[in-house]
């Protein structure tokens, strides 16, 4: 139960939003699909004064495409569900809808909202190595203006990002996957749970870009493995040895808790990323 008394603010716009944030901004919350938020203030994790829900400015959940510049545009406050339906992002990031299908339950996915998930940041969310992966960009707002952040700076450690009090996630920005195929992969208890470990894989045709696996679950922040040189040599066993030996070296502290040591979810991390980067091949070899 929620004892502590609290102002909530509902802005029909971002300026309203903005405007209520530089205000307020240390003492106040933002309200995405409260699927995160509520649970902490339920058990007094978190306190804010006002409460600023987002949930009245349509603009924010839009998903457009920039056709000249071949990016996918997801407004902060778009559900997983609406990323999940969205032609445009079956067209452009497929691989961003096969990991938002793993979020949660159907609850979760309805009101959660791809900002929200960004922006709290758990280590372990399906999105946060999928968007490293796809080299995507967080836009964030002030009314001091807007930054364009890459995911791979946005991420900073457990449940910290480079966000500011006085700023809200607008948009997240996803450059169109094009040629380059990607795949997910998950190690979970049950379905519906966490994920312990998770990884993203980006294969790209040669001359166009590296190709990546960014493995969540392990450290505060996403952990990329450059699988270039695998992916060129042809996914050999010899290839795939020194690409597992690389993810080692990239989890030398994985996190222990009650699901898994440290070896245990270092060699999880291993397998998942050996599989995500053998099935996004897969995918770009078809
Ligand atoms: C039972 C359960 C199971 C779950 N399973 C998974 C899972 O398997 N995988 C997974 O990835 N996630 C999972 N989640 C988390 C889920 O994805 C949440 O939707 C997400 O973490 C938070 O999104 P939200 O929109 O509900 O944010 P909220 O709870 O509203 O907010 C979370 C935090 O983000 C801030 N915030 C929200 N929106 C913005 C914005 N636009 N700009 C700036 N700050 C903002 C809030 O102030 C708050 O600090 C689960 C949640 C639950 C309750």
């Known amino acids: 139960m929620i004892t502590a008394e609290l102002e909530l603010h509902r802005p029909g716009s971002v300026a309203e939003a903005l405007d209520l944030l530089a205000r307020h901004g240390d003492d106040a919350k933002i309200l995405g699909g409260g699927m995160s938020l509520v649970p902490t203030m339920t058990l007094g994790l978190a306190r804010p ?14 998903i457009t495409e920039d056709a000249a510049t071949a990016t996918l545009r997801i407004g902060g406050t778009a559900r997983h569900n609406d990323v999940i339906a969205s032609p445009l992002v079956a067209r452009h990031a497929p691989l961003l809808a096969d990991a938002a299908r793993h979020i949660g339950d159907v609850q979760v996915r309805n ?28 836009v964030v707002r002030s009314t001091r203006g807007e930054r364009v952040i890459p995911a791979a700076e946005f991420f900073i ?13 607008a ?29 993203a894989a980006v294969v790209r045709p040669a001359g166009s870009g590296a190709s990546v696996v960014a493995i969540g679950g392990v450290a505060g922040a996403p952990v990329v493995v450059d699988a270039s040189a695998a992916v060129a040599a042809g996914l050999t066993e010899a290839a795939l040895a020194a690409f597992e030996d690389a993810v080692r070296t990239a989890c030398p502290q994985p996190f222990e808790d009650l699901n898994g040591d440290a070896e245990y979810r270092r060699e999880m991390a291993v ?16």
């Open 49 to 62: 004064e006002i409460v600023i829900s987002l949930n009245h400015v349509p603009e924010l959940r839009a």
């Open 111 to 138: 009101r959660g909202t791809i900002g929200g998930s960004v922006a709290h940041a758990d280590p372990a969310a399906d999105y946060l190595p999928t968007l490293v992966a796809l080299a995507a960009s967080v």
């Open 157 to 169: 450690d457990v449940m910290a990002t480079a966000l500011a009090p006085d700023e809200l996630i």
């Open 171 to 199: 948009e997240i920005r996803v450059p169109s996957q094009g040629a380059a195929r990607g795949a997910y992969r998950r190690l979970a208890r049950v379905e519906g749970s966490f994920a312990i470990v998770n990884a």
């Open 271 to 286: 397998i998942h990323a050996r599989r995500a980067l053998l099935a996004a091949a897969g995918a770009a070899a078809a």
